[in-house]
């Protein structure tokens, strides 16, 4: 079906506030990761779901930063009191378990600016 | 940590060849991959290395080389749509998640 989509698409907010970012995974694909992107740096790992397994939360860059995966299928990533730090891009990809050789599909993006 | 160096830019004309270099500081990785980023637009796949040699795919061609520390994306035969920024990135066993570079755009002109 369709690729992994992502909302919103953009996002500005002001420092403080919380943001919930969405993304939707390739259907029937288990594993789940969420990226970062920050101007003319490379995609910084966040965090990694795969099927019913505890997540991967190593790449998480403070306690603020959260994520959940609900029945198995859209994620959510949720930062708490914004910083303008965290203006990026964030990126969520999904692929095919069980092989250490999966090509990721990565989503459009949003783009979040905290003011 | 791993270390993946790719230089920031590189510019060539329509029709040329160009190489991107990516080199890193690491050991013990599974595999080497090669994304294209459009401007705004998600990251697409475009090759994966787990052996030592080249890897052609139509106008692309992927190197890797373990005991040198580097690989290189080959783009052939540049169209004016190329441009774009190579990303290349590496995992490790029993480790799903990717380790980027920063990227190499690249700017192709008539």
């Known amino acids: 079906g369709a690729g992994v989509s992502q909302s919103p698409s953009n996002k500005v907010t002001e420092k403080g506030k919380d943001v919930e970012l969405r993304c939707d995974p390739i259907s029937g694909h288990t594993a789940l990761y969420w990226y970062r992107q920050s101007l003319g740096q490379g995609l910084e790992f966040l965090i990694y779901?795969?099927?019913?397994?505890?997540?991967?939360k190593s790449g998480l860059p403070s306690d603020r930063f959260s994520a959940e995966r609900t029945g198995g299928s859209v994620s959510t990533l949720t930062i708490q009191r914004t910083q303008q730090e965290d203006s990026a891009v964030y990126l969520c990809?999904?692929?095919?378990?069980?092989?250490?050789?999966?090509?990721?599909?990565f989503g459009p993006g949003t783009r979040l600016t905290v003011l | 940590g791993q270390n993946i160096d790719q230089p920031t830019e590189m510019t060539a004309t329509e029709g040329a060849i160009v190489q991107i270099n990516c080199t890193y500081q690491?050991?013990?990785?599974?595999?080497l991959f090669w994304y294209q980023q459009h401007a705004g637009e998600a990251p697409t796949f475009l090759s994966y290395?787990?052996?030592?040699g080249l890897e052609e795919k139509g106008r692309f061609s992927s190197f890797l080389s373990r005991s040198k520390g580097y690989s290189y994306l080959l783009l052939k035969e540049l169209q004016m749509k190329d441009s774009a920024s190579y990303l290349c990135a590496v995992n490790y066993p029993y480790d799903y998640k990717l380790s980027f570079g920063a990227g190499t755009t690249v700017t192709v002109r008539a």
């Open positions: 779901f795969q099927g019913n397994s505890a997540p991967d």
């Open positions: 290395n787990v052996l030592d």
């Open positions: 690491t050991s013990g990785f599974n595999g």
């Open positions: 990809a999904s692929s095919l378990p069980g092989q250490e050789y999966n090509e990721q599909f």
